[in-house]
């Protein structure tokens, strides 16, 4: 499990709360994978996750169009390739692969944590700039 932690903040209570909430999924998805979770069960949080991630990396893209944000293609080259990964995860489940949970697991912990720590702190400066609190 992944306990949400001060170090994990941005300094923007707007999207702290949408990685709380992804933060949140994940650990169900860890839960299901520690209780040996069917084929069905882990599609369901893995596209529970993508479908929050997909809501919160419009918010985040919004804003960065918005604010005229340089890193913006950079940004958004990641959240694609989240994507691609992800879509690529759930149709290996579909086939019945259930001895990929565990890679699916660490997928979404470092995508997650190194996205919120690296890549999400370079538009705080931005963001807060244009008044975003
Ligand atoms: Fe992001």
């Known amino acids: 499990m992944i306990e949400w932690d001060d170090k994990y903040s941005v300094g923007l ?21 520690e209780h040996n979770a069917n084929s069905k069960e882990l599609r369901e949080v893995l596209k529970e ?3 929050y991630a997909l809501k919160h990396f419009k918010t985040e893209e919004t804003y ?12 958004r080259k990641e959240h694609r390739d989240f994507f691609t990964e992800t879509i ?3 149709d290996k489940l579909i086939e ?7 890679e699916i697991i660490e997928y979404l912990k470092w995508w997650l944590v190194n996205h919120i720590r690296v890549t999400d702190k370079k538009y705080v400066d931005c963001f807060k700039r244009n008044g975003l609190k």
């Open 13 to 33: 209570s707007i999207i702290d709360d949408d990685h709380k909430k992804l933060i949140g999924i994940l650990n169900k998805a860890i839960y299901a994978k």
């Open 88 to 90: 690529a995860y759930h």
């Open 96 to 102: 019945g692969d259930c001895q990929i949970a565990n």
């Open 49 to 51: 996750i993508t479908d």
């Open 64 to 75: 960065m169009i918005d604010f005229n944000y340089t890193g913006y293609q950079d940004h």
